[in-house]
């Protein structure tokens, strides 16, 4: 009975979709399925006998979470992002102990995770995201100016700012605070042909109204009281051959978008108690997070200079509406901390629905700053998702439902209640099932199924 039981159990592991390996308590490969070599591009390499540490001191692997869960007697966990193929791999080690506290066996799982976390829908989906991960974020050598486009809404707004950075024409980035409006302007700059010039970034918000035309244009000696000797040159002036930022163009006073007007029509400014104009050679990129329109009709901003300025338009989503970017940015800002505090955390798959199904109002800044705080407060090797969030999330999920008495019972029934809830209001707001799909991130095949499943009645 037991070969029997044996002989079906490792039938089984053989036919399983996740990666299985046994190993002994020196990382000596013990049992391993095809699916384990298979992930983790063992191969050969993957079978019995094989000395795991060996694999990592030669290089031919970067990490074994099962050396890790010798070295800890825990279970270590980690994710590892597959460029080439599958997009985002987990692997789960645990150590299996005798009865005088050794270390017997460790029991390694790996397994594709890229369908839980709506990071492929099919295999070109999944190589065009893993592509984007790739030439935004790893190919770049400087870690803080790289940006992470996943999401095509992300893709199309960085194409927009490769094309418009070939030409020295006036770019109007728009979108909610806090949605990176800094970085694509700076990434506009960094593949312009003003590249290796300035990059002079001014909040327009955080200077004085009086003080702002002295910041922008300069003045020159004996023009002030007590000044600097031989006056004070502008930001303009600073940018020579290079780029202005001109973030929170929205708050500039009237009277300066009159002056700034001047400038942009005859590329030249005057400083301050200066006789002579001053030729410009800069080029300009603004940013607002108000509606510059609105303020127009309001008579708050100069319809001459918006359209001035509006030469071409970028519109910045809210993280909330590009939520394939949420997880490979968090990932992202977990390596930059890593290196900054020199740690080692890493981010375990359970919370991961917790970062993407929160709303993040706070946009890029806010997810960044979670994660900050994450890396440096979790107490252990593995990030902890802050209360804020997981209260937030659950306030948010169970709004969702139909049902405004729920009864505490069984939580499948609870659970499919919720979901056929959720796809009824998508399907009356989105109109269509293709369109639902779209907007959940989806194959629409999946939209059919879960329709049919619930007895929803909807058009194509």
Known sequence: MKELIKKDLLRCLEQSHDGFMVSDSKGIILYSNEAYRRLTKLYERGGCGTDLKELVGAGEIDSSTCMQAISHRDMVSSVHLDYEHDGVILSASKPIFSEDGMIEYVINNVRDTSEFFNLKHDLEEARAAIDAIASHVVSEDNIESRIVAVSPKMQETLSIAKRASAFNVAVLIQGESGTGKEVVAQYIHDHSPRKKE??????????????????LFGYAEGTFTGQTRGGKQGLLDAARGGT?????????????????????????????????????????????????????EEGTFRDDLYYRMNVISIELSPLRERKEDIIPMALFFLEQFNQKYRLRKTMPPDIFSGLQNYRWPGNVRELKNTIETMTVMSSGSLLELPERIRDNVRTDTFKLTADANVQVGDLNAFIERQEKAYLIYCYEKCGTTRKMAEELNVNHSTIMRKLKKYDIKANK
Do not use: S
């Open 198 to 215: 300035a990059f002079i970034a001014v909040n327009c918000g955080a200077i004085p109204d009086n003080l702002i035309e002295t910041e």
């Open 244 to 296: 202005v930022f001109l973030d929170e163009i929205g708050d500039m006073p009237l009277p300066m978008q009159v002056k700034l007007l001047r400038v942009l029509e005859t590329n030249t400014f005057r400083p301050v108690g200066c006789t002579k104009d001053h030729e410009l050679d800069a080029r300009f990129i603004y940013a607002t997070n108000k509606d510059l329109k609105k303020m127009v």
